[in-house]
Structures are given as structure tokens and as C-alpha cells.
């Protein structure tokens, strides 16, 4: 099995940065395809927010796009997001996914952390 831990949530106010890291691991050999951030605010349905290919294209929410910046380090199974000019409505709990294969597809989630912006 494949786990995925994030880190580097907190709480800042209107205007600042955070960058939230997120690295896989596992006891088998896998390969990932897909690294992906995700966040879910208190009432809504989890929604995408920025996502990147194992060849590097970025795909973002349209909410995100110009402040948020999505990498990854292939080398260490790590994917990271730099937030800046953060918004009260980007407060959500964030979580990482990873999409690969190990002989068979899987889809592995963080734990989740929390991002909390103060206006």
C-alpha cells in the first residue's frame, strides 16, 4: 500500500503565503501518474485545486489560478503546493492525492491538514 502524508497547514492572515508539502511512501516498488491537491471547507463538497501530470503539466482551479504554484520532486515522491496572496475563502482543510500503479491502479489520501486564512 501506498501512504500519503501532507504537512505545512496553519493559520495566516489575508495576504500571506503557506506551502504545503505532501510525500508518498510505501514498503512495494509503485509508480505515480497524478499528484493532486484537493481542500474541503466546512459545508461544501471537496473540490480540486490544483493538480500536475507525471510529465509536469499543471492544471488549476480557476479560484487559484495566479497566487497558487503546484510542483512536484519525482525523486522523492513529493508533491508541493506554494500558496500566496491567500484569500479568508481559500480556509479549508487541504488534502494531497496521489494516482499511480503497483501492478494495479491506486489511489492513495493524506490525512489532511488545515489551512486557515483571517481577513
Known amino acids: 500500500q501506498v501512504e500519503v502524508v501532507e504537512s505545512g497547514g496553519g493559520l495566516v492572515q489575508a495576504g500571506g503565503s503557506l506551502r504545503l508539502s505532501c510525500a508518498a511512501s510505501?514498503?512495494?516498488?509503485?509508480?505515480?501518474?497524478?499528484m493532486g491537491w484537493y481542500r474541503q471547507a466546512p459545508g461544501k463538497q471537496r473540490e480540486m485545486v490544483a493538480s500536475?501530470?507525471?510529465?509536469?503539466?499543471?492544471n488549476y482551479a480557476d479560484s487559484v489560478k495566479g497566487r497558487f504554484t503546484i510542483s512536484r520532486n519525482n525523486d522523492k515522491n513529493g508533491v508541493y503546493l506554494q500558496m500566496n496572496n491567500l484569500k479568508p475563502e481559500d480556509t479549508a482543510v487541504y488534502y494531497c492525492n496521489v494516482q499511480g500503479r503497483y501492478g494495479v491502479s491506486f489511489s492513495s489520501w493524506g490525512q489532511g491538514t488545515q489551512v486557515s486564512v483571517s481577513s
Open positions: 510505501g514498503s512495494i516498488m509503485f509508480s505515480i501518474q497524478f
Open positions: 500536475i501530470t507525471s510529465g509536469g503539466n499543471p
